[in-house]
């Protein structure tokens, strides 16, 4: 089993809906949840950093963790086709190094 | 912004050919890594370095080396490519210490013929 599972999609959306996307993990360690986003041929740019449970607004963007469920989500509100990229849920083990999802390929139909 | 920067986006070699690619940051962060992302395999760690000088192993390292001789440079070697190499390879920096996030060059395309 891996660490870290993410639904590698594809998830195809049309403009203007909302868009969950779910990691889940194994290591109750755990403490610190990043999502990145990455365009076609580009580099992951962070997106959310979140530490422990709850919830983190920035924008559209929302980043939920779920500690007790071993679960992370990422919420887009009113989605655009610019929001079509893979986005990787990360993870870190305490040790300075991430955990990456597999990543999940969103495309935003206009 | 930290700005990571690989120095080629695309780079074509042949089997047997040492390959060097070099990774800069402008950040002066402690820590760098390399990573290689294949399709249905994600992302994943061939080596990393906390310190100038200092190198350990991640989860793919055989037949890769990595040289850091300054803080802000981190240079991934390929003794003798193969073409199961042939893929993308991303540099990534962080501050010092654990839960850091890591900042993203836009990768190296390598094509090994």
């Known amino acids: 089993q891996k660490e870290v599972e993410q639904d590698p999609g594809p998830l195809s959306v049309p403009e203007g809906a909302i868009v969950s996307l779910n990691c889940t993990y194994s290591?109750?360690?755990?403490?610190?949840f990043m999502w990145y986003r990455q365009y076609s041929r580009k580099g992951p740019e962070l997106l959310m950093y979140t530490y422990s449970s709850g919830n983190k607004e920035d924008g559209r963007f929302t980043a939920q963790v779920d500690k007790s469920s071993k679960y992370i989500s990422l919420f887009i509100r009113d989605s655009q086709p610019s929001d079509s990229a893979t986005y990787l849920c990360?993870?870190?083990?305490?040790?300075?190094?991430?955990?990456f999802g597999q990543g999940t390929e969103l495309s935003v139909k206009p | 912004d930290v700005k990571v920067t690989q120095s080629s986006r695309y780079l074509v070699k042949r089997t047997g050919e040492k390959v060097f690619l070099e990774c800069v940051q402008d950040m002066d962060h402690e820590n760098m890594f390399w990573y290689r992302q294949d399709p249905g395999l994600g992302l994943r760690l061939i080596y990393f370095s906390y310190d100038v000088k200092m190198k350990e192993k991640g989860d793919i390292p055989e037949g890769y080396s990595v040289s850091r001789e300054k803080k802000e440079r981190f240079s991934l070697i390929l003794e003798s490519a193969s073409t199961n190499q042939t893929s993308m390879y991303l540099c990534a920096s962080s501050s010092a210490g654990g839960n850091q996030p890591q900042h993203f060059g836009d990768g190296t395309r390598l094509s090994i013929l």
């Open positions: 990360a993870m870190d083990n305490q040790g300075g190094k991430l955990i």
């Open positions: 290591n109750s360690a755990f403490q610190y």
